[in-house]
């Protein structure tokens, strides 16, 4: 079965929060002595992720 691919379009303040909020999940798993393992994948995927510019126009 093939999975699904999701795609999300943040601005720099939205990506910058994303990264804050998983490095702060990220922290407290390991206070509480649990891996962080998934968290660490999502935290490189949006780390590496190009960012594309685009323009977006209102009607």
């Not at 699904?4 to 379009?9: S, T």
């Amino acid at each position: 079965m093939k999975q699904k691919d999701f795609h999300i379009y943040l601005t720099e303040q939205e990506r910058t929060q994303v990264i804050g909020a998983l490095i702060q999940l990220k922290n407290s798993l390991i206070a509480q002595g649990r891996y962080t393992d998934a968290v660490d994948d999502i935290l490189i995927k949006v780390m590496k992720a190009r960012k594309k510019r685009f323009a977006v126009h209102y009607i």
